[in-house]
T-cell receptor, first 113, second 115 residues
């Protein structure tokens, strides 16, 4: 059973378009992280959200943690080719090691020039 | 500062062989985690080491093992390789193991192909 479902699985858009990717779970997480992974590289952390309803902005990227801390979204405004990559969400739980993050399978984004 | 270094970057083995992968964490990071990444299953947690002790283990068979040395460098070993072990193996280090959200820094991975 995949605890974190990401959608869509694949997304191909033109430069300048906006997009939203989703990360959903039936479980509650104490924190949720978003990573971006480029070909041939490991994932790189973009943001960590820990409070239900929290919204964080990173330039053209907006991250939101659901009120119930079960879901999250990533919105990109005016996408650029440099945004191309695999976007992974990862949920962490307190009470144990937070290094045992649960990852979604990712959304593969391609931004065409 | 230097990032997380994984060696080798690429390797090809045949079924039944064993393989050892190495990970050098960021200086000062005492926690090292290992993940397996495949197109079908995504990123799956293998195990985490902190101060030379395995603190968490994922749902992988006993053929997958690891260890951490006193300098925090870590190795993972896979014995009796199967075709399904072909994957990108990622190592991630973190500074502390606490109760809050921690920041993982990943290496570039070791891509294993089993023929």
């Amino acid at each position: 059973t995949q605890l974190l479902e990401q959608s869509p699985q694949f997304l191909s858009i033109q430069e300048g378009e906006n997009l939203t990717v989703y990360c959903n779970s039936s479980s509650v997480f104490s924190s949720l992280q978003w990573y971006r992974q480029e070909p041939g590289e490991g994932p790189v952390l973009l943001v960590t959200v820990v409070t239900g309803g929290e919204v964080k902005k990173l330039k053209r990227l907006t991250f939101q943690f659901g009120d119930a801390r079960k879901d999250s979204s990533l919105h990109i405004t005016a996408a650029q080719p440099g945004d191309t990559g695999l976007y992974l969400c990862a949920g962490g739980r307190s009470g144990g090691s937070n290094y045992k993050l649960t990852f979604g399978k990712g959304t593969l984004l391609t931004v065409n020039p | 500062k230097a990032g997380v270094t994984q060696t080798p970057r690429y390797l090809i083995k045949t079924r039944g062989q064993q393989v050892t992968l190495s990970c050098s964490p960021i200086s000062g990071h005492r926690s090292v985690s290992w993940y397996q990444q495949t197109p079908g299953q995504g990123l799956q947690f293998l195990f985490e080491y902190f101060s030379e002790t395995q603190r968490n283990k994922g749902n992988f068979p006993g053929r997958f093992s690891g260890r951490q040395f006193s300098n925090s460098r870590s190795e993972m070993n896979v014995s009796t390789l199967e075709l399904g072990d072909s994957a990108l193996y990622l190592c991630a280090s973190a500074k502390v193991r606490g109760s809050g959200a921690n920041v993982l820094t990943f290496g570039a991975g070791s891509r294993l192909t089993v023929l």
